[in-house]
């Protein structure tokens, strides 16, 4: 079994991990340019990104080739997933891939514009990680063929939502001086957004992961409007893990 991941705060690197086979990162993958995938079992870990697949995940299913009698899929979301089925399953169609199971787990979430850290790491042994991974785990294990479906309606609401990428996210981050220069930003950025020069210059082609904010050793980078001064990572994830993910 080979599982493909996107992560950027750790969540999804793990749940590749508890899943058990080989993992690959997808960024990395894409990077190398390995999109020949074989194996009688491919999974895809990704965390949901405005009710939808991330950009970097939708690249790499639009130029891959999957060759398996088993493709799961596993959507991260923190509070609402909403129409992230319906744009999969649009993907999925369009590349001819067939998605024979696709399920989500409900996770902390980190999106520093709308949520408090602290607040969400309160609510973390509610969410009952453990205990949905093992329904999760135990379902693949059977190949059982199940689709969560999302309701018609989020399809409005992530096209709503879709427009915020293109409103030049680079220009909400600022750099304090705490910085030095470290490149652990440049190094966790999952599309290659930042260089290093002196300080973190972005690109403008962000994917909106906050990796660069939640990584930064010296909590040196920050969002213009954000609701939390605190950071996160799985701490089941190392930082290395991050950086060896999407460098």
């Given amino acids: 079994m080979k599982v493909l991941y996107f992560t950027a705060t750790g969540n999804n690197l793990y749940i590749a991990k508890q899943l058990g086979g080989e993992y690959y990162s997808i960024p990395k ?24 697949v991330p950009k970097v995940v939708e690249e790499f299913l639009n130029k891959s080739n999957l060759k398996s009698k088993y493709i799961f899929v596993i959507g991260s979301y923190g509070s609402f997933s909403w129409g992230t089925s319906r744009h999969l399953l649009e993907i999925a169609e369009r590349n001819n891939i067939k998605i024979s199971y696709y399920n989500e787990i409900l996770m902390v979430d980190n999106y520093l514009p709308v949520f408090e850290m602290n607040r969400q790491l309160k609510k ?50 600022k750099v304090n001086s705490n910085c030095n220069g470290c490149k652990v930003c440049e190094k966790v950025c999952p599309v290659d957004n930042i260089k290093v020069k002196g300080k973190p210059v972005f690109h403008d082609n962000c994917e909106h992961c906050l990796a660069c904010i939640h990584n930064c050793p010296q909590t040196a980078i920050s969002l213009k409007k954000e609701k939390s001064l605190a950071r996160f990572r799985n701490q089941n994830v190392t930082l290395n893990e991050i950086i060896n993910a999407n460098n």
Avoid: C, T, W
């Avoid at 074989?38 to 990704?46: L, N, Q, Y």
């Avoid at 509610?126 to 693949?140: A, C, Q």
């Avoid at 190949?143 to 309606?153: L, P, S, T, V, W």
């Fill in 29 to 52: 993958l894409l990077k190398e340019n390995q999109l020949e995938i074989e194996a009688e079992k491919i999974g895809i870990v990704f965390p949901v990104f405005y009710s939808g």
């Fill in 124 to 173: 973390e042994p509610g969410k009952k990680i453990e205990e949905n991974l093992n329904i999760i785990r135990k379902d693949i294990v059977e190949e059982r063929n199940y689709i969560k479906m999302n309701a018609a309606f989020a399809k409005i609401i992530r096209a709503s939502q879709m427009k915020q990428y293109d409103n030049h996210f680079d220009s909400n981050f």
